[in-house]
């Protein structure tokens, strides 16, 4: 290995992409373009990153299988950079799996870490669990353990255990400040920010409040009946009734708690529930259909009883009746909900993570953009979607080791 390309390896392990073009950025041999692909996306421009990758794929030999994996490992960052989220995921465990055969286990925790990225995006929390438990954090540079100590967090934040997501962070902030890359430390301290920003809304007895994470999480713990609009479930302590595939159900079950200790007039239920502006006999009818259906559910947390003018729950065990809800509720909230974190992304991807159609995702986006929430540039399968403005950066690329 000349020592150009070492020189240019360190530049990049280091954040500086500048530093390792001056040296490269004439050069046409795979390692060169390798390095120069790594250092064109972390300044931002990913297309041509992806190109020069690419060709460094087949500038290195059939003898050549790390450089190779460790290509593939980068242009796997890019589409997940890019929301690609279509991008072929086995490619990158084969990947992994030959650095790991070769002994470059710094570029296989790269691998992982990104697989476990992938793997929180679409929703997949119990995979991505399992492989970042078969990662061992204590042998990593502090680059790499600050991406493994954001994935902790990541995980940790999903399923609303604050205190393990902060500690996770303190240790992902010690080791980007080690590591010495701007772009790292700005990240983690993004991170922090959803540990303080409101993350859902408490409604009870007609007032509402927004809920920190934290907060969320000592909600679980409460003696509360909590109708819970994040997950569209019905829980009290330990006991846990999900309605997600029942939304009239859910629809009925709310409107009742945002009343409780009062009643719900049968012409706003059929409304919540329904979407009819009168209720005429066969709203009235399959109504009362409804409300049997949703009492039989929650027989074991609370009673759904008639009144004069409607209905009104009554929880079975002594406590308060208290609705989650998100932090901003409008339709096609979900799809701004993952726009939010200001990378671009595709329609398709936006549906894999969403786990709805892509046709729908595309209508949903399009209503978006005519109210100016949402922009898009490109065209066809380049197009991509984001929030404006754009107010993020792009994650730190590179290889732990020089090529």
């Not at 999903?158 to 992902?172: C, F, V």
């Amino acid at each position: 290995m000349d020592s150009l390309i070492t020189a240019a390896g360190l530049a990049l392990a280091a954040g500086d992409p500048l530093g390792a073009l001056d040296r490269v950025a004439l050069r046409e041999d795979a390692p060169a373009l390798a390095l120069r692909g790594i250092a064109m996306a972390q300044l931002g421009d990913l297309d041509r990153a992806k190109v020069l990758l690419r060709r460094a794929v087949r500038g290195f030999g059939p003898k050549e299988a790390v450089a190779r994996a460790r290509c593939i490992v980068a242009e796997a960052e890019i589409a997940l950079v890019s929301r690609d989220l279509g991008w072929p995921a086995k490619a990158l465990d084969t990947a992994r799996a030959t650095l790991e055969k070769h002994g470059d286990r710094l570029n296989a925790a790269h691998a992982g870490h990104l697989t476990v990225r992938r793997l929180m995006l679409i929703g997949r929390l119990d995979e991505a669990e399992r492989v970042l438990a078969g990662l061992d954090p204590a042998p990593l540079p502090p680059a790499s353990r600050a991406a493994h100590e954001l994935a902790v967090a990541g995980i940790a934040m999903r399923r609303l255990r604050t205190k393990a997501a902060r500690e996770a962070l303190e240790w992902a902030r010690l080791a980007a400040n080690r590591a010495g890359i701007a772009g790292l430390t700005a990240e983690v301290d993004s991170a922090f920010l959803v540990l303080e920003t409101p993350a859902a809304r408490l409604i009870a007895q007609g007032d509402e409040r927004p809920l920190l994470l934290e907060e969320v999480e000592a909600l679980q713990g409460s003696t509360a009946l909590v109708v819970d609009a994040l997950r569209y479930l019905v829980r009290k302590q330990e006991t846990t009734i999900s309605l997600a595939t029942r939304p009239v159900l859910f629809a009925l079950a709310r409107a009742l708690a945002e009343a409780w200790p009062g009643d719900v007039s049968r012409e706003e239920l059929v409304a919540r529930a329904f979407g009819g502006k009168h209720a005429d006999e066969s709203h009235r009818a399959r109504l009362r259909v409804e409300i049997g259906r949703l009492r039989a559910e929650l027989r074991t947390l609370a009673d759904i009883g008639a009144t004069k003018r409607g209905f009104a729950m009554a929880p079975r065990q002594p406590g308060d009746v208290l609705v989650l809800a998100r932090p901003i509720e409008e339709r096609h909230a979900a799809v701004l909900a993952f726009l939010a974190d200001g990378e671009s992304w595709a329609s398709s991807a936006l549906a894999l993570a969403l786990g709805a159609g892509q046709r729908s995702v595309q209508r949903a986006l399009e209503q978006l953009a005519l109210s100016g929430k949402v922009q898009s540039f490109g065209h066809g399968r380049a197009r991509r979607w984001m929030t404006p403005p754009v107010a993020g950066f792009t994650t730190t690329l590179l290889l732990p080791a020089p090529l």
